[in-house]
Structure formats: C-alpha cells, structure tokens
C-alpha cells in the first residue's frame, strides 16, 4: 500500500509552510447561504483576491462559470485561479477538504488523505461534500506542481476526521479536543486512547495533545480547535481568552488556558502561548436584547496563514481587532495581515479558516509522475 514512501519522513505539514495553494467551495443559492448569497459571495471574493496576490486558488463549485464571471468581474487574476465543478452541499472547506500529508525530502511524494466528514456528527446533509475529494483528486493531479514523483488518493472513509479538529506543528505534534473527537456520531465506540493511536498512524505522528475544555457559543462543531488554539512558529500556540467574569466562556476558557501551560513541546520545553481577545458577543439577530437571538461563535482564532500573509477575521469591533492583529502580527512577523470582515461568515457558524483548506507545497525531485489510487 506504502510502496515508494519513506514512512518515517511522512508528515502532516504545518499551515505556514510553503504552499502551491487554498481551496474554497464557494457559497451558492441552493446552500443555507441563500437568505445573504449576495454578502457571502462579496466576503469570498475578498477572500479570493488576498489568496491569489499570493498563490493558486482552488474554486470548487456546481456552477464554476458563474464564479467565473464573478472573479473576473471583480478583477481577480483568473490565471491564478483553479475550477473544479461538482455538486455541493455547503462551503466548509476546512472541513471536507483533503488532508495533505508529504514527504520532506528528496523523494518527496504527497498524500491526500480523504477522510469521512458527515455534517459535524450528522447534523447536516453532507452526502455531496463528503464525495467532493473523489472527484477533485484528477484534476488535484493534473494541477499539482511537477516535478511530482508520487502523487497519491488515499481513502480513510472508514474513520470520521474533519481538518478543522486538528492543528500540526510540521514535527510530529497533533493538537486536537476531547469535546469534537469524542463527540457523538464520530468514531464511537472507539475511546480516546484508540481515537489517538488512529490519528497518530494515519496522520504520522508522533504524538497528540489533547485540550479538555474551551467551547464557543453558537458552534456547531463541537468544539473545533481553529476556533481556539492555533500553532504558530518557533513553538508558539495562540489561543482565545476572556477576561470578562460575567461571560459565559471565562470559566471554561481559563481551564483551557490553564492547561495550555502544561503543555511541554516534543522538546520538552514550555510552550510561548499569545493569549488572543475575545470579540465582543455577536447575535444572529442583532444588538437589541428584544431581537438578538443565538450568539454566533465569533473568534480571532479562526486565522488563515498563506504564503506571504495572514488573513484575519474581523468584526468591526476596532480595539479588539487591532489588538488581534498585533498579536497575529508578532506570531508571524515576516508575514502580511490583511483583515477580512467575518461578520457574514459567522452568520453560518464558521469564519476565515473553516471556509478554506491549503495545499501544501513540498519539495520534489524529477523522476516523472506515477498515479495511484487506493
């Protein structure tokens, strides 16, 4: 199954390392995006021109000439941009996306590793996106950068693993949440120490960090960690914390920012932890206590890194945003900021990152190509 990889030089990438490029499934009327169709596809083309000042953007959607006439519309430059047209259910990349293992050396080849996502525990339909992988993966081939020595489907449908329940330091480290993976319709009856031990074989880890608490209001994931702890450079974890005793998160997010500092790196060394604010609360029904409705999971932590920059979610809040950015900002120093309005995406209960998934960019050596699937 393995012929051609040198296992032990496999490993799941972190997300500031060199990258070809970012997918997006892009918002469409028959979506639960419909009632504001026109504001979410303002917010992905806000996205789609920081990503292609960059590098390549991979536009998955059932109607890709229509997107097409979008982006040219707005004047992105379409020689950057990728489409790959099939049908879909919703937009969360992040979370039906490929999760792309490679080897780091010179007989590089890449994975994509094509694991069931079913609507966050059955919540929602997700038959449509859960196939996108299947169908993406020749056009992925035709696409990827050669020289491309091995490039390689690999189908993990039998186990449950959504890209935005884990975080990797690119050493061997897998940060995950006891609230997601061992949520209900997931991988039962797997326990925790059966979960990890499948993580750390299919990923090629060394190891997984477990955080016991932190959950935001209004999420439907059960407990996403890009909603709560990013890994950054030279062992930096970032995470949301609250200061304010009267909101519902202070306790449990002091938990976690407790246990954070019990952390030990591979290298057995503290971690550097960036504690980022927490926005202002956001109602689906605005501001007036008559009128607002559910609180949405609005959340600083929810960052993209791509070559070259940073995208971050705001929210109009100018204090918070700018102190979110600072801090960003000092975790990722050689790297631009480039702010994008959140309100609209977390109007569906994900922001920047649930939208978009990387593809890293490894090296290679020329040996030509070989396709395999299994």
């Known amino acids: ?3 051609g990889y040198p296992e032990n030089n496999l490993v799941l990438p972190a997300e500031w390392e060199p990258q070809w490029g970012v997918q997006l499934t892009w918002p469409h009327e028959d979506s639960d995006w419909k009632p504001y169709l026109k504001e979410i596809t303002a917010t992905y083309i806000e996205m789609a021109r920081a990503i292609t000042r960059y590098e390549m953007l991979l536009v998955v959607a059932p109607d890709v000439e229509l997107v097409r006439q979008q982006l040219a519309e707005a004047e992105i430059d379409l020689q950057k941009v990728v489409f790959h047209q099939c049908p879909t259910n919703d937009t969360w990349a992040r979370d039906h996306g490929f999760i792309t293992c490679g080897v780091r050396s010179e007989e590089c080849g890449v994975r994509l590793l094509d694991f069931q996502f079913n609507g966050w ?16 993966y020749p056009t992925l081939f035709s696409l990827l950068p050669p020289p491309s020595s091995l490039l390689e489907y690999e189908n993990h449908l039998d186990f449950v693993l959504e890209g935005g329940s884990i975080e990797s330091d690119g050493k061997g480290t897998i940060f995950t949440t006891t609230d997601c993976l061992l949520a209900p319709n997931r991988n039962q009856p797997l326990t925790q120490q059966e979960i ?15 955080i ?23 062992d930096t974890l970032l995470y949301i914390g609250c200061d304010d005793e009267t909101d519902p998160h202070y306790e449990d997010l002091k938990k976690m920012e407790q246990q954070l500092t019990t952390f030990r ?23 007036r206590r008559e009128e607002r409705g559910e609180r949405l999971p609005a959340t600083y932590a929810n960052f993209l890194v791509i070559n070259g ?5 705001i929210y ?3 204090e918070k945003d ?18 994008i309005d959140s309100r609209t995406i977390i109007r569906q209960h994900g922001s920047i990152h649930c939208c978009t998934m990387q593809f890293p960019l490894l090296p290679r050596k020329e040996e030509g190509r070989r396709r395999k699937e299994k």
């Not at 790196?265 to 501001?287: A, C, H, Q, V």
């Not at 950015?325 to 702010?339: G, K, L, S, V, Y």
């Open 1 to 3: 199954m393995n012929e």
């Open 121 to 136: 525990g059955k919540k929602f339909e997700a038959e449509k996106d859960n196939a996108i992988n299947k169908s993406l």
């Open 196 to 210: 990890e031990e499948e993580l750390k074989r299919r990923l090629h880890a060394e190891r997984v960090l477990w």
């Open 212 to 234: 016991d608490y932190g959950h935001l209001e209004g999420d439907d994931t059960d407990g996403h960690i890009d909603t709560l702890v990013r890994i950054a450079p030279d």
């Open 265 to 287: 790196t591979i290298e057995d060394k503290s971690y550097r932890l960036f504690k980022l604010p927490m926005p202002n609360p956001i109602y689906e029904g605005g501001e």
């Open 309 to 313: 920059a940073v995208l971050v979610p």
């Open 316 to 318: 109009q809040q100018p």
């Open 322 to 339: 700018k102190e979110a950015i600072r801090i960003i900002q000092e975790a990722f120093p050689d790297r631009e900021m480039i702010p």
